[in-house]
């Protein structure tokens, strides 16, 4: 059996159940007899082969309800009864709009691989390798949004309950020293998201089947340019878009594109670590969480990359693949926790630990004076005790 493209339907409600007697399992299985996948691919599956295929992909989707309700549910409840403030009930509803945005690409993806005009005649049917990577990257934004939304409000919290320790930290991120390396993890960021997207390409076009050794393809360190750049996936007679299909539709040359991609981030990565190690005057002003959050993400770098490259030289068993795609969101996650320690806070966050500075200079004040309103009316008592003997 190739493919799971089972359920040839949307129906975000009535969908939740699977098919409960006999009838509608000949119902559902009719169905996907009609579909590319089956006449091409599966033409001899049996209907308990399809109830196999079709839970695996009604389970997916089940999940992704439960994940939007689980989300949403909470939320309503937390804005209506005001328990966020309305910035945060803005950036809730974002997350709320992105998951339910995020199941409609899923059935637009799904869609591209049930119809013969989406994919070039007496091809191998699949999903859109744009529209999965649409879908993928809904799914890593969604992610990244609450991730990095949950370590604002713990950062918050954290900053208010001390603010000395606070005040000093802030002053350490604030030195200009720190600009490049702040500037370096955002620039990481967009790199290892766009890495990933880039496996999203290689993970539609079955890419990772070709070329299975590393770090050479075939006899070279590339395959020849006309592979790289064939004329084969222009759509124009002129041939003008060649130089943009080749690198969104050619496998030879997506997986290249990867594979450099790979490289690139995991060489920042180390660049990254050995500035923050090596560098006296970074040493001097970069906080012990942010050198642990580099570590982290060294940590990280290498298991992707030792994922990656088994994946390939194993022919991308699912295990593997699964995990590899996980270590990129890993590897994300911990470039954005690197970045909550690094990163200075927002504007609001900024302004509400300027007054509570504020607010605590002015009482250490008047505690001051206080203190030494007493100190001195004693002294004074000290030096003339028949005042103390006149009361």
Not at 176 to 198: D, H, K, N, Y
Not at 200 to 211: M, N, S
Not at 338 to 366: C, E, H, I
Request: proline letters at 5%; glycine letters at 8%; hydrophobic letters at 45%.
């Amino acid at each position: 059996m190739d493919q799971r493209l089972s359920i040839t339907e949307w129906r975000p409600v009535t969908g939740s159940l699977p098919p409960t007697n006999a009838k509608d399992w000949d119902s559902e299985f009719d169905k996907y007899r009609s579909s590319p996948e089956f006449k091409r691919l599966n033409p001899h599956m049996t209907l308990s082969e399809f109830r196999s295929i079709y839970y695996m992909e009604w389970t997916h989707r089940l999940w992704g309800r439960f994940v939007g309700l689980s989300f949403v549910i909470p939320a309503v409840y937390f804005i209506a009864r005001r328990k966020v403030s309305a910035p945060m009930a803005l950036k809730i509803a974002g997350i709320g709009g992105l998951i339910g945005f995020q199941g409609v690409l899923g059935w637009w993806m799904v869609k591209s691989g049930l119809k013969d005009d989406l994919f070039a005649p007496g091809s191998h049917p699949r999903v859109s390798q744009y529209r999965l990577v649409a879908h993928l990257g809904t799914a890593f934004l969604c992610y990244s949004a609450m991730l990095w939304n949950g370590l604002s409000i713990l950062r918050m919290h954290k900053l208010l309950g001390n603010l000395q320790s606070a005040e000093n930290n802030l002053r350490r991120l604030r030195s200009p020293e720190l600009r490049v390396f702040r500037r370096s993890v955002g620039a990481l960021a967009v790199l290892v998201f766009i890495t990933a997207m880039s496996g999203g390409l290689v993970a539609g076009l079955d890419a990772g089947l070709i070329y299975n050794e590393f770090p050479k393809m075939g006899l070279g360190w590339a395959p020849p340019k006309s592979e790289l750049f064939s004329d084969f996936y222009s759509h124009t007679t002129d041939k003008s878009d060649v130089w943009w299909r080749n690198p969104l539709e050619n496998p030879s040359l997506v997986q290249l594109d990867h594979r450099i991609l790979a490289t690139t981030t995991f060489t920042s990565v180390m660049a990254l670590w050995a500035y923050s190690s090596f560098s006296p005057k970074l040493k001097k002003f970069l906080p012990v969480a942010s050198r642990k959050g580099v570590h982290g993400v060294v940590g990280f770098a290498f298991l992707q990359v030792a994922l990656g490259i088994s994946t390939l030289i194993y022919l991308v068993p699912l295990p593997l693949a699964s995990a590899h795609q996980a270590g990129s969101l890993a590897l994300l996650s911990y470039v954005l926790i690197l970045g909550s320690r690094t990163w200075l806070p927002n504007r609001r966050v900024s302004s509400l630990l300027a007054r509570r500075f504020s607010a605590a200079g002015m009482a250490s004040k008047k505690q001051a004076v206080l203190n030494l309103g007493i100190r001195t009316k004693m002294n004074t008592l000290k030096a003339t005790p028949e005042l103390v003997t006149a009361r």
